[in-house]
Nanobody
Framework: QVQLVESGGGLVQAGGSLRLSCAAS????????MGWYRQVPGKEREFVAG??????YHIDSVKGRFAMSGDNAKNTVYLDMNNLKPEDTAVYYC?????????WGQGTQVTVSS
């Protein structure tokens, strides 16, 4: 059974930092394209960052503030978020995209107060 378990969300003031973690079980993250998405109520889910092999990708609005990384030994990916802004408030989801299936975590809430 595949599980992606996110943690690290919470309430933080603008300008603060959080580190999200996504611990995977049932898959080897080294063989999947791992990513982070976020969603605000009433809006579509938005891609934030991805990692495939040694390559990482971040949307323009988070470049220079967010950094995605992975630890294959721990089978875990991370999203380091710095200089957080109120518009970063959302539920953040971890994803694993494979050849035959995609998996999603349950999400973790990030709230940034102004």
């Amino acid at each position: 059974q595949v599980q992606l378990v996110e943690s690290g969300g919470g309430l933080v003031q603008a300008g603060g930092s959080l580190r999200l973690s996504c611990a995977a079980s049932g898959i080897n993250i080294a063989t999947y394209r791992m990513g982070w998405y976020r969603q605000v109520p009433g809006k579509e889910r938005e891609f934030v960052a991805g990692i495939s092999g040694k390559n990482t990708y971040h949307i323009d609005s988070v470049k220079g503030r967010f950094a995605m990384s992975g630890d294959n030994a721990k089978n875990t990916v991370y999203l380091d978020m710095n200089n957080l802004k109120p518009e970063d408030t959302a539920v953040y989801y971890c994803t694993a995209a494979g050849v035959s299936a995609d998996y999603w975590g349950q999400g973790t809430q990030v709230t940034v107060s102004s």
